[in-house]
């Protein structure tokens, strides 16, 4: 699995990238106007307010979930299950280089 993993590897590094990129950009992203607004650029400044801190939040759950799988793979610990020990399927990790379970564990923890 040395080819695939080293494979996994990179994309899991250049999503991290990606990711920093983006957090650095909705960090420095302004929304609200220092101007006087009427109620209307008031609302649409906190409905943007509040995707961008939706997004940012979601960003940053993958970034630390990326974070993780690149320890794992230091520690040696990477593409097994953190719930049974067992192999996580390659495939899986192919398509989700992050996964932290196998698809039995996922479910089980889908369904709690």
């Known amino acids: 699995m040395s080819?695939?993993?080293?494979k996994m590897k990179q994309k899991?590094?250049?999503r991290k990238r990606e990711l920093e990129e983006i957090?650095?950009?909705l960090a420095e992203e302004k929304v609200v106007d220092s101007e006087v607004q009427d109620p209307g650029d008031q609302a649409a400044a906190a409905t943007s307010e509040d995707i961008i801190i939706s997004i940012q939040a979601?960003?940053?759950?993958?970034?630390?979930m990326i974070t993780k799988a690149?320890?794992?793979m230091q520690e040696g610990t990477y593409g097994l299950?953190?719930?049974?020990?067992?192999p996580i399927a390659?495939?899986?990790?192919?398509?989700?280089?992050?996964?932290t379970r196998c698809i039995a564990c996922q479910?089980?923890?889908e369904e709690s």
Do not use: M, S, W
């Open 107 to 109: 479910e089980v923890a």
């Open 90 to 99: 390659e495939k899986r990790l192919l398509l989700y280089p992050n996964a």
């Open 58 to 64: 979601n960003e940053y759950e993958e970034y630390r």
């Open 3 to 6: 080819a695939q993993y080293d």
């Open 12 to 14: 899991l590094l250049t």
């Open 70 to 72: 690149l320890h794992a």
């Open 81 to 86: 299950c953190i719930d049974c020990g067992a």
């Open 23 to 25: 957090l650095k950009g």
